[in-house]
């Protein structure tokens, strides 16, 4: 088991920046890869960003790249997702989520939410216009 918590959401003005952190505890060593996602209101869960245990390889989607930036450190536990130049339609609620099972190395496979199987609470982030 992993158990996942952000922390780091608020209240920010659209051309400002958050930084999310993801606290892990329990099996971390077996977390291949974590990676971030978010849900808006009336939305479906969307992919975000995820960064792989070891390479530092990292995978965004098209409309976070050049603003968002997500890092690991492994020696606490930690994930993070420094978000600049937020714009009003990045208001979510920020999961984190951690994939145990590494079955491919594929944007395809850390964009699937279903790849992963631990879960955070979420944090929200509000960015007004």
């Known amino acids: 088991q992993v158990q996942l918590v952000e922390s780091g959401g608020g209240l920010v003005q659209a051309g400002g920046s958050l930084r999310l952190s993801c606290a892990a505890s329990g099996r971390t060593g077996s977390t291949y890869a974590m990676g971030w996602f978010r849900q808006a209101p009336g939305k479906e869960r969307e992919f975000v960003a995820a960064i792989l245990r070891y390479g530092s390889y990292t995978y965004y989607t098209e409309s976070v790249k050049g603003r968002f930036t997500i890092s690991r450190d492994n020696a606490r536990n930690k994930m993070y997702l420094q978000m600049n130049s937020l714009k009003p339609e990045d208001t979510a609620v920020y999961f984190c989520?951690?994939?145990?099972?590494?079955?491919?190395?594929?944007?395809?496979?850390?964009?699937?939410?279903?790849?992963?199987?631990?879960w955070g609470q979420g944090t929200q982030v509000t960015v007004s216009s």
């Open positions: 989520a951690a994939d145990t099972s590494y079955r491919s190395s594929d944007y395809s496979y850390f964009s699937n939410s279903a790849s992963y199987d631990f």
